[in-house]
């Protein structure tokens, strides 16, 4: 049985930064893609970022290009998201997912079969 479990979420000042850490378990990674989405009060849920497990490609979503970053430790099958100089409209339920393989990396929700359970990140200004 998959499962992805996040942790690292809280309150932090603008400015600020915070690591989520998402642990990955019940099957290989090997060709997966591991995705981090949000959804912030009343909004859509919004893409931030993938990383191709192989290391192959990593992508970001244009509001937090250049002050997040996602990267992995194989041993422990974790992904992580450092979230640097952050804003109060960062504030979001923020989502680790996994899916693929992808001929490239996905943008779309949709595309990720397996979610975690969320981490609640909140920004004050």
């Known amino acids: 049985q998959v499962q992805l479990v996040e942790s690292g979420g809280g309150l932090v000042q603008a400015g600020g930064s915070l690591r989520l850490s998402c642990v990955f378990s019940?099957?290989?990674?090997?060709?997966?893609?591991m995705g981090w989405f949000r959804r912030a009060p009343g909004k859509q849920r919004e893409f931030v970022g993938s990383i191709a497990w192989s290391g192959a490609g990593v992508a970001y979503g244009d509001s937090v290009k250049g002050r997040f970053t996602i990267s992995t430790e194989n041993a422990k099958n974790t992904v992580y998201l450092q979230m640097d100089a952050l804003k109060p409209e960062d504030t979001a339920v923020y989502y680790c997912?996994?899916?693929?393989?992808?001929?490239?990396?996905?943008?779309?929700?949709?595309?990720?079969?397996?979610w975690g359970q969320g981490t609640q990140v909140t920004v004050s200004s």
């Open positions: 997912a996994a899916g693929g393989p992808f001929a490239r990396i996905s943008f779309s929700w949709s595309s990720y079969p397996y």
């Open positions: 019940g099957r290989a990674l090997g060709d997966m893609t």
